[in-house]
Nanobody, 115 residues
Framework: QVQLVESGGGLVQAGGSLRLSCAASGIIFGSNAMGWYRQAPGKQRELVADIDTGGVTYYVDSVKGRFTISRVQSTVYLQMNSLKPEDTAVYYC???????????WGQGTQVTVSS
């Protein structure tokens, strides 16, 4: 089992910044990927960014150049700059071991960007 604890959401004006953190604990070993998904009201959950144990990153096009994902061991961070109202969503931390069909989710943290 893996537990994910998120922090760092909140309310910010457009153009502002927030930093999300997610700490993983439990049975963590081997190659894995940690990342952030988001879900806005009435929309499907989408992958925002992820990073694997080799440091390879992925970003959805809409956040490239504004968001930066990083990790230190089992904690993953998402630095969000130049935030836009369309970034408003619940952000979920995600963990998956490479080659496994099992994955884990955090409880979600609300990010609200006002115009």
């Amino acid at each position: 089992q893996v537990q994910l604890v998120e922090s760092g959401g909140g309310l910010v004006q457009a153009g502002g910044s927030l930093r999300l953190s997610c700490a993983a604990s439990g049975i963590i070993f081997g190659s894995n990927a940690m990342g952030w998904y988001r879900q806005a009201p009435g929309k499907q959950r989408e992958l925002v960014a992820d990073i694997d144990t080799g440091g390879v990153t992925y970003y959805v096009d809409s956040v490239k150049g504004r968001f930066t994902i990083s990790r230190v061991q089992s904690t993953v961070y998402l630095q969000m700059n130049s935030l836009k109202p369309e970034d408003t969503a619940v952000y979920y931390c995600h963990y998956q071991r490479t080659g496994s069909t099992s994955d884990y989710w955090g409880q979600g943290t609300q990010v609200t960007v006002s115009s």
